[in-house]
C-alpha cells in the first residue's frame, strides 16, 4: 500500500501545469483533427467550407484592397520564407548558444513538412477550383495552417520558456491564425483544410515537445551516470 502510495505521489508531482495543459491541447487538437475528418470524407459535408468561403467573398467585394495585404501576409507560411527561416533561425540560435533549442527548431521542422505531405497523399482531396492565387498540391489539411502553428508555435515556446519572453506567444499565434485566414481569402484551401492545419499542427508541436522532453531527460540521466 505504501508502495501504490509513493508512486501515485510521484505520478502527482509530474503533473505540473505545463503537462495539464500540453494534454488537454493535445487531446483537444487531435479530437479536432478526426471530427473534420468525418465532416470532409464520411459525411462529405461542404455547410462550413461554402460558407465561410461566400464570407470571404463578401469581405473581398466590400474591401478590394484586401488582396495585396492578403498576398503579402500568407507568404510568411510559404515553403520560400519558412524553408530558410527553419535554416536561418537555428542557426542564429546556436551562435548565441542555444544548441538544443536550435536543433528543435529544425526537427520540428522537418517532422511538420513530412507529416504534412503524408496527411495530404493520404487523405487526397484536391483544392479548390475557384482559387485566386493558382497553388500545387493537395488541400487537405493546409500546409501554410500546420506549418505556420509549428513554426510560430514553437517559436512561441522557446522565447516564453526558455528567453523569458511570454509576451510573444500570443501575438505570434495570432499571426499564425492570420496566414490560416488568408488561405481561405484566396480559395487556396477550403476553411476546412485550414482548420485541420490548425489541430494538426498543434497535435504535431505537442507530441514533439513531449516527446523531446522525454529524450532529453533520459540523455541527461545517462550523461549523469556516465561522469558517476
Request: net charge positive; glycine share 8%.
Amino acid at each position: 500500500m505504501k508502495r501504490f502510495t509513493s508512486r501515485l505521489l510521484a505520478f502527482a508531482g509530474l503533473l505540473t501545469v505545463e503537462v495539464v495543459f500540453a494534454t488537454v491541447l493535445f487531446v483537444v487538437a487531435f479530437a479536432v483533427f478526426f471530427y473534420l475528418v468525418r465532416v470532409v470524407f464520411v459525411h462529405h459535408s461542404m455547410a462550413l467550407d461554402t460558407w465561410a468561403s461566400d464570407a470571404v467573398d463578401g469581405w473581398q467585394r466590400a474591401w478590394p484592397w484586401l488582396y495585396g495585404p492578403i498576398r503579402f501576409v500568407t507568404f510568411f507560411a510559404s515553403l520560400p520564407f519558412l524553408l530558410p527561416a527553419s535554416i536561418i533561425g537555428p542557426l542564429l540560435l546556436r551562435r548565441a548558444g542555444h544548441r538544443r533549442e536550435a536543433k528543435e527548431l529544425v526537427l520540428v521542422m522537418a517532422g511538420a513538412v513530412l507529416l504534412n505531405q503524408l496527411l495530404k497523399l493520404y487523405f487526397n482531396r484536391p483544392r479548390p477550383a475557384n482559387a485566386v492565387l493558382h497553388t500545387f498540391g493537395l488541400s487537405f489539411p493546409s500546409g501554410h495552417a500546420m506549418l505556420g502553428v509549428t513554426f510560430y508555435g514553437c517559436l512561441a515556446w522557446l522565447l516564453a520558456r526558455h528567453f523569458g519572453r511570454p509576451g510573444w506567444a500570443a501575438p505570434l499565434l495570432l499571426w499564425a491564425g492570420l496566414i490560416g485566414l488568408t488561405r481561405v481569402c484566396l480559395h487556396a484551401h477550403y476553411a476546412t483544410d485550414v482548420l485541420a492545419g490548425f489541430a494538426g499542427g498543434a497535435a504535431w508541436l505537442v507530441l514533439f515537445r513531449s516527446g523531446l522532453k522525454l529524450f532529453w531527460k533520459e540523455e541527461k540521466a545517462v550523461l549523469g551516470e556516465e561522469v558517476i
